[in-house]
């Protein structure tokens, strides 16, 4: 079982930033894909950054330029760093792990794929 607790939302305005953290629980850190997700009311739960176990990094076209994944497996956690943030990036944002392990250059980009969610954290930007 792994323990996922994401954290580090709040309420912005447009071309503000934030940093969001996830920390998983478990000694095999290291050896998982991460990635995080964002669910805005009315809408299904879309992908938008994964790292692999090796720092390779995949991104959603709409954040591309603007956010940026990175980890840090000596404290167990992943840091989601959000730039020039927009109205439209509001929702609640969720970091999960996959069910399954991975080569270290690759993540999944499907939500099916993630088993281990954490509780959300909300972001909200205003215009």
């Known amino acids: 079982q792994v323990h996922v607790v994401d954290s580090g939302g709040g309420l912005v305005q447009a071309g503000d930033s934030l940093r969001l953290s996830c920390a998983a629980s478990?000694?095999?850190?290291?050896?998982?894909?991460l990635g995080w997700f964002r669910q805005a009311p009315g809408k299904e739960r879309e992908f938008v950054l994964a790292i692999s176990s090796g720092g390779n990094t995949y991104y959603a076209d709409s954040v591309k330029g603007r956010f940026t994944i990175s980890r840090d497996n000596a404290k167990n956690t992943v840091y989601l760093q959000m730039n020039s943030l927009k109205p439209g990036d509001t929702a609640v944002y969720y970091c999960a792990v996959p069910r399954s392990f991975y080569r270290d250059d690759y993540a999944p980009i499907d939500v099916t794929a993630y088993e281990y969610w954490g509780q959300g954290t909300q972001v909200t930007v205003s215009s």
């Open positions: 478990g000694p095999t850190f290291s050896s998982y894909a």
